[in-house]
């Protein structure tokens, strides 16, 4: 591997950590799934510090074309962060299921309660309207 | 309030909810009426609601399964002790809901379904749908030693503790509850019995299972009930 080649991936490595550094900073990501994350701009340091690595581990499975394994380790990162990401769906969808029934639920107790209390629509507005007015409370 | 509440899960189903919830009425029993309205784009929870009945209506679209549990939450909430479960789309027959609830009451059983071929082996349905159905009795026989003749019906009338256990999160299919529910509930111990019940052809549009669709709805129905034999053996070894 060239100085060059060597360059250019250390430099994208650093790139890397300062986008997911950035994320973090503004809260867009979570510090626990930063981790694998950083956990990946590691490797493309080492990577580019140590070539080598990747035709002593092609050599030991039996790989001829040392840089088919560097494909062959990117395809299975990106397959198991979709299968991660497809868990997290999961987890998200059964929450929101149970969020959707919950809030439905609460919704038609609520206008039950407001049918028997008498509490009608024109109340509504007139409580809407008097939330502009005579309250400068905040001001 | 009633002992027993009705729950009709209902997803576009203006033009067949009045006459559904009608010849519920009809029947003059002592019931109350839910109909979960699961997120519709047409106006079935204001139809519903002009019907007289109360309607509980999802935000957006969940499912069968889901708006089914919605309405076993609602009735785990309020303490009901049977409820029977009704599609809205007018192919079930209020008729046969006196029988459930009596089988269901005098009879100890948990579950209680409506079994178009119970004592009426020659109804005549699709062949594709015939094959489902026969196939999922039989497996349901080799895995849980029962025989349920429609394993896929979804008239059910259940007591509290087979409802409460449903309306429990992960315990109820979001999509489309079926053999797998059954069968987990026979591994649970649940008795499931059976009456004699009429269904109709859909009174008007499209229904769930079609094409490809079922096909792959067997499918998933299989990596389900695998799921549950798997689960099943993994806790017993546990405990």
């Known amino acids: 591997m060239n100085i060059q080649l060597r360059l250019f991936i250390f430099v994208c490595g650093i790139m890397f950590s300062l986008i997911v550094l950035n994320l973090l900073i503004k809260k867009r990501i979570s510090e626990k799934n930063s981790l694998v994350w950083f956990g990946l701009s590691l490797c493309i340091f080492i990577l580019s510090a140590f070539p080598s690595i990747v035709d002593s581990a092609a050599t030991l499975l039996g790989i001829d074309y040392p840089p088919t ?24 969808n059964s929450r929101l299921k ?19 209390l008498g509490y009608s629509e024109a109340l509504d507005e007139d409580i809407n309207n008097n939330i502009g007015k005579g309250n400068d409370g905040y001001e | 309030m009633n002992d027993t509440l009705i729950i009709m899960p209902a997803f576009n189903e203006e033009k067949n909810i009045p006459g559904v919830i009608k010849s519920i009425k009809n029947l003059d029993l002592p019931l109350d009426i ?12 204001k139809i519903a609601s002009a019907e007289g009945v109360d309607v509980i209506s999802h935000p957006c679209n969940l499912g069968y399964g889901a708006a089914l549990q919605t309405g076993f939450k609602y009735a785990e909430m ?45 109804y005549s349905i699709r062949l ?21 003749t429609d394993p896929t ?27 797998d529910v ?47 034999i798997l689960r099943g053996n993994l806790s017993k070894e546990v405990s």
Do not use: W
């Not at chain 2, 839910?34 to 519709?40: A, E, I, Q, R």
């Not at chain 2, 987990?184 to 004699?196: A, H, R």
């Open chain 1, 69 to 92: 394994l560097l494909f062959l380790m990117s395809i299975l990162v990106v397959i198991f962060m979709s299968l991660n990401h497809y868990i997290q769906l999961s987890v998200l």
């Open chain 1, 98 to 116: 149970e969020m959707t029934q919950q809030v439905a639920i609460i919704n038609f107790r609520l206008k039950s309660i407001e049918n028997r």
């Open chain 2, 153 to 179: 019906s979804g008239l059910k009338g259940l007591n509290a503790r087979a409802f409460r256990y449903h309306s429990s999160d992960q315990n109820y299919p979001q999509d489309f509850p079926d053999a």
């Open chain 2, 34 to 45: 839910l109909v979960v309205n699961d997120g519709s784009r047409d106006n079935t929870g």
């Open chain 2, 128 to 148: 594709s749908k015939r094959i489902a159905i026969k196939f999922f009795r039989i497996l349901i026989r080799i895995l849980a030693g029962s025989d349920i």
């Open chain 2, 182 to 228: 059954l069968i987990k509930m026979l591994y649970l111990k649940y008795c499931i019995g059976e009456v004699p019940a009429h269904m109709m052809d859909r009174q008007s549009g499209k229904s769930m299972h079609s094409g490809l669709k079922s096909v792959l709805y067997i499918f998933k129905m299989m990596i389900s009930i695998f799921m549950i």
């Open chain 2, 78 to 122: 309020r303490g009901y002790k049977y409820v029977v479960q009704f599609d809205s789309d007018g192919q079930h027959c209020a008729a046969d809901i006196p029988s459930i609830l009596d089988v269901l009451k005098n009879r100890k059983f948990d579950i209680v379904i409506g079994s178009r071929f119970l004592g009426n082996p020659n």
